[in-house]
DNA sequence: GCTTTGACACTAA
DNA sequence: CTTAGTGCCAAAG
Protein backbone atom coordinates (compact mmCIF):
# COMPACT_ATOMS: atom_id res chain seq x y z
CA UNK A 1 0.00 0.00 0.00
CA UNK A 2 1.35 3.41 -1.25
CA UNK A 3 1.26 6.25 1.00
CA UNK A 4 -0.87 8.90 0.49
CA UNK A 5 1.85 10.81 -0.43
CA UNK A 6 2.82 8.54 -3.25
CA UNK A 7 -0.52 8.33 -4.12
CA UNK A 8 -0.76 11.94 -4.54
CA UNK A 9 2.62 12.23 -6.72
CA UNK A 10 1.75 9.21 -8.86
CA UNK A 11 -1.39 11.49 -9.82
CA UNK A 12 0.39 14.61 -10.56
CA UNK A 13 2.51 12.97 -12.77
CA UNK A 14 -0.58 12.09 -14.86
CA UNK A 15 -1.50 16.66 -15.18
CA UNK A 16 -0.19 16.85 -18.88
CA UNK A 17 1.60 20.02 -19.71
CA UNK A 18 -0.02 22.91 -19.65
CA UNK A 19 -2.73 22.33 -17.18
CA UNK A 20 -2.66 22.77 -13.59
CA UNK A 21 -4.76 20.83 -11.03
CA UNK A 22 -6.20 22.35 -6.94
CA UNK A 23 -5.08 20.52 -3.78
CA UNK A 24 -9.18 19.43 -3.40
CA UNK A 25 -9.25 17.37 -6.61
CA UNK A 26 -5.23 16.38 -5.99
CA UNK A 27 -7.00 14.79 -2.87
CA UNK A 28 -10.09 13.72 -4.62
CA UNK A 29 -8.52 11.96 -7.22
CA UNK A 30 -6.65 9.75 -4.39
CA UNK A 31 -10.21 9.42 -2.36
CA UNK A 32 -9.46 11.53 0.22
CA UNK A 33 -10.33 15.16 1.36
CA UNK A 34 -6.64 15.57 2.84
CA UNK A 35 -6.04 18.44 0.79
CA UNK A 36 -3.60 19.71 2.99
CA UNK A 37 -2.16 16.54 3.43
CA UNK A 38 -1.23 17.14 -0.03
CA UNK A 39 0.34 20.60 0.35
CA UNK A 40 2.32 18.93 3.11
CA UNK A 41 3.36 16.30 1.15
CA UNK A 42 4.89 18.73 -1.47
CA UNK A 43 6.74 20.36 1.23
CA UNK A 44 8.22 17.07 2.62
CA UNK A 45 9.17 17.00 -0.92
CA UNK A 46 10.01 13.37 -1.31
CA UNK A 47 10.82 14.16 -4.65
CA UNK A 48 11.18 17.02 -6.53
CA UNK A 49 12.70 16.25 -9.51
CA UNK A 50 9.55 13.89 -10.95
CA UNK A 51 7.52 15.81 -9.13
CA UNK A 52 6.28 19.44 -10.94
CA UNK A 53 4.46 20.57 -7.72
CA UNK A 54 3.81 24.31 -9.44
CA UNK A 55 1.09 22.42 -11.69
CA UNK A 56 -0.72 22.89 -8.47
CA UNK A 57 -2.34 25.50 -7.16
CA UNK A 58 -6.02 26.93 -5.05
CA UNK A 59 -9.24 25.98 -6.26
CA UNK A 60 -9.75 29.92 -5.97
CA UNK A 61 -7.78 30.24 -8.86
CA UNK A 62 -5.04 31.19 -6.36
CA UNK A 63 -1.51 29.71 -7.68
CA UNK A 64 -0.90 29.08 -3.77
CA UNK A 65 2.05 29.27 -1.67
CA UNK A 66 5.77 27.36 -2.89
CA UNK A 67 8.50 26.61 -1.21
CA UNK A 68 11.09 25.86 -4.12
CA UNK A 69 13.96 28.82 -4.63
CA UNK A 70 12.03 31.36 -4.68
CA UNK A 71 8.61 31.04 -3.79
CA UNK A 72 5.56 31.64 -5.01
CA UNK A 73 7.33 34.45 -7.88
CA UNK A 74 9.42 30.86 -9.16
CA UNK A 75 6.10 28.71 -9.35
CA UNK A 76 4.51 31.80 -11.34
CA UNK A 77 7.44 31.49 -13.49
CA UNK A 78 7.10 28.44 -14.32
CA UNK A 79 3.15 28.44 -14.83
CA UNK A 80 3.83 31.17 -17.68
CA UNK A 81 6.30 28.53 -18.81
CA UNK A 82 3.95 25.81 -19.33
CA UNK A 83 1.52 28.54 -20.99
CA UNK A 84 -0.30 29.77 -18.48
CA UNK A 85 -0.91 33.53 -17.25
CA UNK A 86 -0.80 34.43 -13.72
CA UNK A 87 -2.00 38.20 -13.02
CA UNK A 88 -0.81 38.42 -9.36
CA UNK A 89 -1.41 35.49 -7.79
CA UNK A 90 -4.20 34.94 -9.96
CA UNK A 91 -4.54 32.19 -12.95
CA UNK A 92 -6.41 33.62 -15.74
CA UNK A 93 -8.60 32.24 -17.62
CA UNK A 94 -8.32 29.47 -14.42
CA UNK A 95 -10.75 27.11 -15.28
CA UNK A 96 -9.25 26.51 -18.69
CA UNK A 97 -6.30 24.91 -17.54
CA UNK A 98 -7.68 22.87 -14.74
CA UNK A 99 -7.10 19.48 -15.56
CA UNK A 100 -10.08 17.53 -14.51
CA UNK A 101 -9.55 13.53 -13.58
C1' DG B 1 0.04 6.54 19.89
C1' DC B 2 -1.25 11.28 21.01
C1' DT B 3 -0.55 16.37 19.78
C1' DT B 4 0.62 19.87 16.67
C1' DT B 5 0.94 21.67 12.19
C1' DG B 6 0.11 23.00 7.43
C1' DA B 7 2.13 24.78 -0.17
C1' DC B 8 -6.07 24.40 1.72
C1' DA B 9 -11.48 24.80 1.33
C1' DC B 10 -15.77 26.71 2.47
C1' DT B 11 -19.25 29.66 4.63
C1' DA B 12 -20.79 33.69 6.91
C1' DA B 13 -20.74 38.48 7.82
C1' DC C 1 -13.60 43.06 -2.00
C1' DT C 2 -11.72 41.46 3.22
C1' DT C 3 -11.77 39.03 7.86
C1' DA C 4 -12.98 35.53 10.81
C1' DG C 5 -14.21 31.09 11.95
C1' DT C 6 -14.65 25.95 11.22
C1' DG C 7 -13.53 21.64 8.96
C1' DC C 8 -10.45 18.54 6.87
C1' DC C 9 -6.54 14.57 7.07
C1' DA C 10 -1.93 12.76 6.77
C1' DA C 11 2.84 13.39 8.35
C1' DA C 12 6.26 14.70 11.78
C1' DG C 13 7.84 14.72 16.47
Redesign the pocket.
Known amino acids: MK??????YDKLRTVPKGKVT????L?RSVN???????????????N?VK?P??R?????G?V?????RGGVKE?IRKLRREGICVKGN?IIDFEKFVYRF
Open positions: TFSEKVTYRDASKAYRAVGRAMKSNKPICFVVKSSEGEYSGKK
